[in-house]
């Protein structure tokens, strides 16, 4: 049996009888099946750090960056370069959440708004921010349309993929269901036993924000913490030997995989396959990090600093940086000054667990 790399927030669907006709007149059964995804992936949500309003007032001295399958943590220090507060709107995008049938998600804290239990402090003492959520749909060949009030209206949860919005589904009555399928916020599958099935498609965005002062000519430290949206593999493709060039070759432009890590990874793949299952298990974890959506601020950034820390020392790790040493048994370091970021940062985790 295969470990699964994450916990999954399960897909929602709503159990139909085979067969029914176009926008489904009819609703039969509200029974809420979990079907397996034949992959067994769960999809890395790719969060990232705060973003300002467009300002050429305030830079960014340094940003401290810890990235860490169980922490996000990063700290900010700006500086105000005028004889002049600023007051401006800072704000920390959290990253869509979308439904659908292959909507698996590792998601913190699913049953509340901070779903990636965000926290911030200025200048060492926690504050409050405010939230917006607003979902979305797309028809097929019509433009983005926005059904926010249409979920609060009938009480149904925005974000698409929890337990509750499952519930608010299920009590609907058939014809708003129906209204919902006709509209875009629901789709019918044939789950291939005889049953359809219907999912929410919406997409959810969410940020908090909040107004923040800069005093004159003086530093402001910000600091920011969550709990990152894993991705994830319940196996091994890295390093196998039914991995395909093309699969490889994206390995390395995502990750920066080397000749050396490749070789490791190799090792680890005959290993778990000499154990057949006992012994040792290994699969791979994904940790994705927005960085190239702020730069609002004055200039580069002065000193960056990031931190990868893998956990377990048995993990292998790898992901893009310049000049990356390692700092202890499980963290590596780099360190860039007038930085201008150009990608995204992704860090790939191939972990192992004794085997049953």
């Not at 039969?28 to 973003?51: M, Q, Y």
């Not at 519930?167 to 058939?174: P, V, Y």
Request: net charge neutral; charged share 25%.
């Amino acid at each position: 049996m295969r470990t699964p790399a994450t916990p999954r927030t399960p897909r929602l669907a709503l159990l139909l009888p085979a067969l029914l006709p176009a926008f489904l007149p009819a609703i039969l059964s509200t029974a809420l099946p979990r079907p397996v995804r034949a992959d067994d992936s769960v999809a890395a949500l790719a969060a990232g750090g705060l973003v300002l309003e467009k300002t050429d007032r305030i830079a960014l001295v340094s940003e401290d960056l810890f990235l860490s399958e169980k922490a996000v943590r990063i700290a900010y220090r700006f500086h105000n370069l005028t004889d002049r507060d600023v007051e401006t709107t800072i704000a920390f995008p959290m990253p869509d959440i979308s439904g659908g049938p292959d909507a698996m998600l590792n998601i913190a804290d699913p049953k509340h708004d901070n779903f990636l239990r965000f926290t911030t402090e200025v200048d060492g003492r926690p504050v409050d921010s405010q939230v917006e959520q607003r979902a979305f749909v797309t028809p097929a060949g019509k433009p983005e349309v926005e059904v926010t009030g249409r979920l609060r209206s009938l009480g149904i949860p925005l974000v698409p993929t929890v337990e509750a919005t499952e519930a608010a589904l299920a009590a609907l009555s058939e014809d708003q269901r129906r209204r919902l399928v006709a509209d875009g916020l629901l789709e019918a599958q044939e789950m291939g036993n005889g049953t359809t099935s219907l999912f929410p498609v919406w997409t959810l965005r969410s940020k908090f924000w909040r107004r923040q002062i800069f005093p004159a000519g003086r530093d402001v430290v910000v600091r920011q913490s969550y709990v990152p949206g894993l991705g994830g593999l319940s196996s091994l493709s890295f390093g196998t030997a039914t991995e395909g060039a093309d699969e490889r070759a994206e390995y390395a432009r995502k990750y920066c995989t080397d000749a050396a890590f490749l070789k490791a990874a190799q090792a680890l793949a005959r290993r778990v396959e000499a154990a057949g299952g006992r012994g040792i298990q290994a699969f791979e974890q994904y940790l994705s990090y927005v960085i190239t959506s702020g730069g609002n601020w004055a200039g580069p950034i002065g000193t960056f600093k990031l931190t990868v820390d893998k956990g377990d020392p048995a993990t292998l790790v790898s992901f893009c940086g310049t000049g990356v040493r390692k700092t202890g048994p499980t963290t590596f370091e780099s360190v860039a000054t007038d930085y201008v970021p150009r990608r995204d940062i992704d860090v790939l985790l191939l972990k192992t667990t004794a085997g049953r």
